[in-house]
């Protein structure tokens, strides 16, 4: 799992596979007493919200430092 690596890598794999049990006994509680549906969001969703997480962070981290972010122009 993508995200289990990911928080292994910055936390630990103790803490990674508690947080990972910890996930799968949500959805399946979920699936098996609320009967709620699982559907899988797929790889490119999850690093869209990674992306985007750390362009926050970025911001958050230049506002602190009393900077300010501009975008590099794309070449069209």
Sequence with gaps: MIVAAHMAARRGA??????????LAILFWRVMVKGMQYVE???AHY?????????RALRRLAKQL???LVPLPTAA
Excluded: F, W
Excluded at 14 to 23: E, V, Y
Excluded at 47 to 55: C, H, N, S
């Design 14 to 23: 103790l803490i990674a596979n508690i947080a990972l049990a910890r996930k």
């Design 66 to 68: 009393g900077q300010e």
């Design 41 to 43: 969001s797929g790889l």
């Design 47 to 55: 690093e869209a919200r990674v992306l985007e997480t750390k362009r």
